[in-house]
């Protein structure tokens, strides 16, 4: 702390010490039912310069005081609550001389209660003459009077209170997060899917390769898991005869921190019996667009600077045509295994031992096309290799059905046919397991009740998984997950 901040805090203190001492109440709770600003606003709009409101009602508002002109006899300061800002007009012959002396050692960041008339300034600003002022929160430390300005941008993401406070188009973020969860939650209840939660702390952790966090149950003396996904549990209820099911929901990976990756993160995973995967890219198609259209009016936004155009339909390669007509690749490396693992290594991708073309042709694709894929696009036919729990394609054994939904170059959507077949689930359970190594991202321990729950039969399914908060970035246009997420994950500071 710099020294002109340490003088700041010490001011405040002071401040409120003296309040304090006079018998004011600097932490109030008797304000009750304050009226929105918003729904005050639009009252005035008629009123002209310098008039009052002839009803002659009197508004009880409450806030925080964001700015702050104090004169001899008067003081004009703003206030705003969760819908609005308005100026407050505080007169020394209106409150008297105690209360108006008492007012003069409040500070911006304080939280007040304010009660009085509606009427318009010389210039035209809607305000209320208070006649009443009341003290609900002392504010101990001082507004950054520019805050948006800082350079350390951290500093706005680990005072996230301070963030919301003084910046309207965070707030405004963070409303449209709420509003995108629940349109989706709309769209979804309205196909017919259910709503289902299932467990965070797992024996097993599946339905994704990730590094789980690890706690231990003491009553059960056993080692849990924080869910990576919901998805095996979310199967395991197709098999008990729940046929359409969705969960918006927390996952947790152990993993690093960049602008699209935070340990802890929110996935829509929904699955549907007697449906395919391309059922999944018809509905996925309809339900970004509707969401598109409802949260920025238009089905065409930009994103930092992209333009792109979430009109359906949207555009469907295999990975293989990827390759070839975004990629560059000539079509006959992609016939060819040995090819396929040259090119992946003189392009500098590693390779494990283990690894064979499927997992070289997703590298290269990760390495080639994805971030080309501005507008929304499909792709299909993953190799089976990295893909353990999709159906394997009956025409293609070595392709599963699954795609991948790409926007401004970032995979939005995972989904897939499920494998339901509990000898092939198994047998590929294994083969990741035997093939692990020192990956630390498959769980050594087979999901056993996973295959016994197979072996009851699952429906033919499908699948997929949505990151939210990829999704709420592309639709605010946020270049980091960090400014969709209230409370990301940060380094302590120093000293912490």
Known sequence: MDKQQSNLLKQRRDKAAQLAESGLKLYSNHFKNPQPIADILPRGEQLAAESH????????????????????????????????????????????????????????????????K????????????????HMLTKSLRPLPEKFHGLTDVETRYRQRYVDLIVNPEVRETFRKRVEIIRLIREFLS?????????????????????????????????????????????????????EKVFEINRNFRNEGLSTRHNPEFTMLEFYQAYATYHD??????????WLAAEVTGSMQITYQGMEVDLTPPWKRYTMDE???????????????????????????????????????????FELLVEEKLINPTFVTSYPTEVSPLARRNEEDPSVTDRFELFVTGREIANAF?????????????????????????????????????????????????????????????????????????LKPEAGE
């Open 118 to 133: 509606l009427f318009k300034t010389k210039t035209g600003e809607l305000s209320i003459e208070a006649k009443k002022l």
């Open 322 to 364: 990827a390759l070839v007509e975004v990629g560059g690749l000539d079509p006959e490396i992609l016939k060819d295994d040995d090819a396929i693992m040259r090119m992946a290594r003189e392009k500098g991708i590693e390779l494990q031992p283990e690894a064979g073309p499927g997992k070289a042709k997703t590298e290269l």
């Open 190 to 242: 309205n196909r017919g899917f259910m709503e289902v939660e299932t467990p965070m702390m797992q024996p097993v952790p599946g339905g994704a390769t990730a590094k789980p966090f690890k706690t231990h149950h003491n009553a059960l003396g056993i080692d849990l898991y924080l869910r990576i996904a919901p998805e095996l549990y979310l199967k395991r209820l197709l098999v008990g005869g729940f």
């Open 417 to 489: 046919s499920e494998l339901n077949d509990p000898v092939d689930q198994y047998n590929r359970f294994k083969k990741q397991i035997d093939e692990r190594g020192e990956d630390e991202e498959i769980h050594p321990v087979l999901d056993n009740d996973y295959v016994r729950a197979l072996e009851y039969g699952m429906p033919p399914a499908a699948g997929e998984g949505i990151g939210i908060d990829r999704l709420v970035m592309l639709l605010t246009d946020s270049p980091s997950i960090r400014d969709v997420i209230l409370f990301p994950h």
């Open 53 to 116: 409101e002839e009803s002659g009602t009197t508004y009880r508002v409450a806030g925080r005081i964001m700015s702050l002109r104090k004169f001899g006899r008067a003081a004009f300061f703003h206030i705003q609550d969760e819908s609005g800002r308005i100026q407050i007009y505080a007169r020394r012959d209106l409150l008297g001389d105690e209360e108006f002396k008492l007012f003069k050692k409040w500070d911006v960041g304080d939280i007040v209660g304010v009660e009085g």
């Open 280 to 289: 999944l890219m018809d509905l996925t198609e309809e339900m970004v667009s």
